[in-house]
């Protein structure tokens, strides 16, 4: 609730600092003492539009405070915190209007937007009057007290899962499809791709060895001739190995004749037989390794320059040539069960919609009998506020075929102010008199559901007098047992039944040399007898009688 409020130096206001309490409080005075002004510079704290005007006179600045006691679970905070403000227990509301029309606006002391303001201050407070059309002129509003009176606030909580749920499914369903519809452009290109890299079947490291092999051809090729002829030094009739050979015999047959003598030419002629021996042998192993089919070579060429223009063609490495054909044959395999998941996610979407609709469908249905039992008790409510002839009427219409996070349903609050007259929407129907007594009577109806924690009402019993005062002041008192009621009233049936009585008067400013300065608004709560006097000037006027007194006191004393 509103707990404190504090004002500086907006229009008539220098400095006031008032304190609530819970229950019902009043606010009295003459006309021009200042009312609306203490009402407007509220507005402007819950974010109301700025206005450069609003500034007193010969100030720079003006400056409005408000603090609410909340407990910590409530909305407010809630959406405080979303906002990034840090809220528990109390929440400050600050705004300040400078005089070349610029605002700035703070919560707990942070700085805020007006909107943030705005968005917190709706959780907080609710402004009727004759000419407020807030609460009433949007239709969703209409549907959100519904739900409060009917207590359908989880059924809606589950029909806006469902609704979520659904939409989700119809998005994701919605994607795969987009992504099919874009793979079946590529699949053409997918299948060839795949069926070529298969053809050409790469595996790894085959473009090294392929590599290598072509090499040692290539150089084999170069050398065979060389190590043909070096070979046929060997094996032809001038061949010298065959006469170191016949050389080496006769040195040994002759040997032991002088073997000093001749051993270290045989032995030398001896090793000179092996080496050409074994270099023969070295020919001929190199001559068999030098030998290969031409049309190997031709071979291996034309598989390495396929794999080499594979790679170019994908713009891959030849390596990475198995890598990219399972790709394509991922892609394909994924296309395919795009396919099936694209038929499950269908019908997950279509089960969503039936679930949601159902939902939907039974939630209209406690609309339509909690709206027919709102009807009845507004009405029995109009009767006293001498709107006897009345009807109240909200208005469900569903379309079981097309919904939203809310339901089916669009819900309307009409009025039909007369019989026999045409009913039509509250806010098209309904006079500024009967705007508010039809809000008051809502209000009397929906108690503590769909309301904000501090109620304002601003002279709602504007042109009425007698029962209907009092029936307003009775409803007026009844709300206060379940929320903070805040009542701007010129009516003593009212302000006879308030907790609290606070006094709006203009008065002169002490030591104030400027006449556009020196009147200031004052606010002063009223004790018992002050406020049966100010009962008394209600009902008399500026000459206050001993029976105006006496009737003062009798209100009163009824009110109790």
Not at 119 to 148: F, Y
Request: net charge negative; aromatic share 4%.
């Amino acid at each position: 609730m509103l707990q404190q409020l504090s004002i500086r130096d907006i229009v008539l206001i220098d400095a006031l600092d008032l304190e609530f309490g819970s229950g019902l409080t009043t606010l009295t005075g003459e006309t021009g003492a200042g009312k609306s002004i203490l009402l407007d510079a509220f507005v402007l704290a819950l974010g109301g539009r700025g206005d450069a005007s609003l500034v007193r006179a010969g100030k720079e600045q003006g400056q409005v405070t408000a603090v609410f006691s909340l407990p910590n679970a409530h909305p407010a905070h809630l959406t405080a915190r979303q906002l990034g403000f840090v809220s528990e227990h109390e929440i400050v509301l600050r705004r300040v209007q400078s005089s070349d029309g610029r605002t700035r606006a703070f919560v707990n002391d942070q700085p805020a937007t007006a909107q943030a303001l705005r968005a917190i201050g709706n959780c907080l407070v609710e402004i009727h009057c004759q000419h407020d059309d807030r609460a009433l002129v949007d239709p969703a509003a209409h549907r959100a007290l519904v739900d409060a009176f009917g207590g359908l606030l989880e059924r809606l909580a589950e029909v806006r899962g469902l609704y979520t749920g659904w939409r989700s499914a119809i998005r994701l369903s919605a994607d795969e499809e987009a992504r099919i519809q874009k793979a079946k452009l590529d699949a053409d290109y997918f299948r060839h791709a795949h069926a070529e890299l298969s053809a050409l079947n790469a595996q790894p490291g085959e473009e090294e060895e392929l590599a290598q092999r072509r090499q040692f051809m290539q150089r084999a090729e170069k050398v065979a001739t060389d190590v043909r002829d070096a070979l046929a030094a060997f094996v032809n009739d001038s061949s010298p190995a065959g006469e170191i050979a016949q050389t080496a015999r006769r040195l040994e047959r002759k040997l032991k004749s002088a073997p000093e003598i001749l051993e270290p030419p045989a032995r030398a002629l001896a090793q000179a037989v092996d080496a050409l021996a074994s270099a023969e042998l070295a020919l001929e192993h190199a001559l068999n390794e030098t030998a290969f089919e031409p049309a190997e070579l031709e071979r291996v060429e034309e598989r390495l320059f396929a794999l080499r223009a594979a790679g170019r063609k994908y713009n891959v490495s030849v390596e990475q040539l198995p890598h990219v054909t399972l790709k394509f044959a991922d892609e394909i395999a994924a296309l395919d069960a795009s396919e099936a998941r694209l038929a499950t996610l269908r019908a997950e979407s279509e089960q969503a919609q039936r679930a949601y609709f159902t939902a939907a469908r039974d939630l209209s249905d406690l609309r339509q009998k909690t709206s027919e039992r709102l009807n009845q008790l507004v009405d029995a409510e109009l009767r006293p506020l001498r709107l006897d002839g009345a009807r109240f009427m909200a208005q469900v219409s569903s379309d079981p075929q097309n919904g939203g996070a809310e339901g089916i349903d669009h819900i309307e609050f009409w009025v039909q102010t007369n019989p026999g007259a045409r009913a039509g929407p509250l806010m098209k129907v309904a006079s500024g008199g009967e705007l508010a007594r039809f809000m008051l009577a809502l209000k009397a109806v929906l108690s503590d559901r769909g309301s904000a924690p501090t109620l304002v009402f601003d002279e709602i019993d504007t042109g009425v007098g007698g029962a209907v005062a009092d029936a307003i002041g009775q409803r007026l008192s009844r709300l206060a047992t379940r929320a903070q009621v805040l009542a701007v009233t010129h009516a003593p049936q009212v302000a006879a039944r308030a907790g609290r009585h606070l006094h709006i008067r203009k008065g002169p400013l002490a030591k104030s040399l400027n006449k556009e300065t020196n009147v200031v608004t004052r606010v002063a709560i009223l004790d018992e007898m002050q406020r049966r006097e100010e009962i008394a000037r209600m009902l008399s006027g500026a000459a206050i009688t001993d029976e105006a007194r006496a009737a003062a006191a009798q209100l009163m004393k009824n009110s109790k």
